[in-house]
């Protein structure tokens, strides 16, 4: 895998994905995130075995492929990096080489194939809604949702989607 990226399209894209990431993981592949270089664009993608952020910016593909590096070093070395300029990611072997402008980074990687891919769903139904809208919603039913409670089930909302609209539920 072989890409170019300037660091103002790079950085927000992996501090999202970089979020989902746990410090401390069971799995040490569970401290990596996943990068796959196709079709003129970067697809970052990141877990925690619960929670599955996946996201894509556009890149200079030069070689296509995919592997796994370190999020939090990457993430920090990316901030670190001055702004404007153009980042170089190149994955081959077991290590990542990370080059912007003057500066050159070495990472361990970790096979992509041992990064744990949550199942892709097939929606049976689809809705768009705008985000005020959907905001809205979650903050008028949220007041209902148990905060702390050891039934992990009553933390969370309810969305139901069918012809009729979606209707959200909380207890």
Not at 89 to 118: E, H, N, S, W
């Amino acid at each position: 895998m072989d890409v170019k990226i300037g660091r103002e399209q790079l950085l927000p894209v992996l501090s999202r994905v970089v979020a989902v990431v746990e410090r401390r993981q069971t799995l040490p592949i569970l401290g990596n995130l996943l990068l796959r270089a196709q079709d003129g664009g970067l697809i970052i993608v990141g877990t925690d075995m619960e929670i599955e952020i996946r996201s894509r910016c556009l890149a200079d593909v030069i070689e296509e492929g995919e592997g796994t590096v370190p999020a939090r070093k990457l993430g920090d070395i990316v901030r670190s990096l001055a702004e404007g300029s153009e980042v170089r990611l190149k994955i081959a072997g077991d290590r990542c080489v990370l080059t912007a402008g003057r500066g050159r980074y070495v990472l361990g990687t970790l096979p992509a194939q041992d990064f744990p891919l949550m199942e892709a769903v097939s929606p049976e139904l689809v809705m768009e809604i705008e985000e005020g809208i959907l905001k809205r919603i979650f903050e008028k039913t949220a007041f209902a949702m148990a905060q702390q409670d050891v039934r992990y089930y009553l933390n969370g909302l309810l969305l139901e989607l069918d012809e009729s609209g979606l209707r959200a539920v909380a207890t």
